[in-house]
């Protein structure tokens, strides 16, 4: 197959703030619109299809959320989350070609605002005690599994790790480490599936020079943001989300 990219302007209409969305995502600020991107570009191609142009985006878009934050996460937070997250990629990837990624799409939306409306109705005392590491476990798991699915990691992991109370820059280091090594993991399982063929690759070369602006913005951001900010923002971000995840899910 010859390398050529998409040229339909249609789909980089899409593509292109969806790149970006998902760049000032990787600093943290912003991570509930990174799961915005995979919907966005559906609107031009198959979910699975935007899924693969943006595994390249994805890793260049870690490695410099790595270099950015690379001194500020927590350490032993990513040693819980990690294996979870993996063990819900592997999933994934089992269940790949026997799930519908709107069906999937939907649920993880619906959930995004039952845990919003669960915030938002009932806060939280400062006193309370975090989610136990049972609902980590399981939350984290669900994140590997749909972000697999559909780059929508972030609502699931979100809700554990949010009531833990990080500050911006340690939530923004930890996000990018847990979601640079379950990216990383995908890439085998994805080739295996025949997603990453040239056309998909050329398209993701187009959408390159994108990653590190959107990334540099959001970092910009998340460092001088502060922390009610921060997560009054991220919330907006995750409404969004789930709002548009069960449209394309259950409506549209």
């Given at each position: 197959?010859?390398?050529?990219?998409?040229?339909?302007?249609?789909?980089?209409?899409?593509?292109?703030?969806?790149?970006?969305?998902?760049?000032?995502?990787?600093?943290?600020?912003?991570?509930?619109?990174?799961?915005?991107?995979?919907?966005?570009?559906?609107?031009?191609?198959?979910?699975?299809e935007a899924a693969a142009i943006l595994m390249p985006v994805l890793l260049l878009m870690d490695l410099l959320g790595?270099?950015?934050?690379?001194?500020?996460?927590?350490?032993?937070?990513?040693?819980?989350?990690?294996?979870?997250?993996?063990?819900?990629?592997?999933?994934?990837?089992?269940?790949?070609?026997?799930?519908?990624?709107?069906?999937?799409?939907?649920?993880?939306?619906?959930?995004?605002?039952?845990?919003?409306?669960?915030?938002?109705?009932?806060?939280?005392?400062?006193?309370?005690?975090?989610?136990?590491?049972?609902?980590?476990?399981?939350l984290t798991t669900i994140s590997g599994f749909t972000s697999f699915i559909a780059h929508a990691g972030g609502p699931?992991?979100?809700?554990?790790?949010?009531?833990?109370?990080?500050?911006?820059?340690?939530?923004?280091?930890?996000?990018?480490?847990?979601?640079?090594?379950?990216?990383?993991?995908?890439?085998?399982?994805?080739?295996?599936?025949?997603l990453l063929d040239w056309r998909n690759m050329a398209t993701s070369v187009v959408l390159l020079p994108l990653a590190?602006?959107?990334?540099?913005?959001?970092?910009?951001?998340?460092?001088?943001?502060?922390?009610?900010?921060?997560?009054?923002?991220?919330?907006?971000?995750?409404?969004?989300?789930?709002?548009?995840?069960?449209?394309?899910?259950?409506?549209?």
């Amino acid at each position: 197959m010859q390398f050529a990219p998409i040229s339909d302007p249609h789909f980089y209409a899409a593509a292109v703030p969806a790149v970006l969305l998902l760049g000032i995502s990787k600093s943290g600020f912003g991570a509930g619109f990174g799961s915005l991107a995979v919907p966005m570009m559906a609107l031009a191609v198959t979910v699975p299809e935007a899924a693969a142009i943006l595994m390249p985006v994805l890793l260049l878009m870690d490695l410099l959320g790595l270099a950015a934050f690379r001194r500020d996460f927590d350490r032993r937070l990513l040693g819980f989350l990690i294996p979870f997250g993996l063990v819900g990629t592997v999933i994934g990837a089992l269940l790949f070609r026997t799930l519908s990624a709107h069906a999937v799409a939907g649920i993880v939306g619906l959930f995004t605002l039952l845990f919003l409306a669960q915030r938002l109705l009932f806060p939280p005392k400062a006193d309370a005690a975090p989610p136990s590491r049972v609902a980590g476990g399981v939350l984290t798991t669900i994140s590997g599994f749909t972000s697999f699915i559909a780059h929508a990691g972030g609502p699931p992991v979100n809700a554990y790790v949010i009531p833990l109370r990080l500050k911006p820059v340690e939530f923004a280091a930890t996000m990018a480490y847990f979601f640079f090594v379950v990216n990383l993991s995908k890439w085998v399982p994805y080739a295996w599936l025949g997603l990453l063929d040239w056309r998909n690759m050329a398209t993701s070369v187009v959408l390159l020079p994108l990653a590190p602006f959107g990334v540099w913005m959001g970092v910009r951001i998340a460092r001088r943001i502060s922390s009610t900010w921060f997560y009054r923002l991220l919330y907006l971000g995750m409404l969004l989300t789930g709002i548009k995840l069960v449209w394309d899910g259950f409506i549209a």
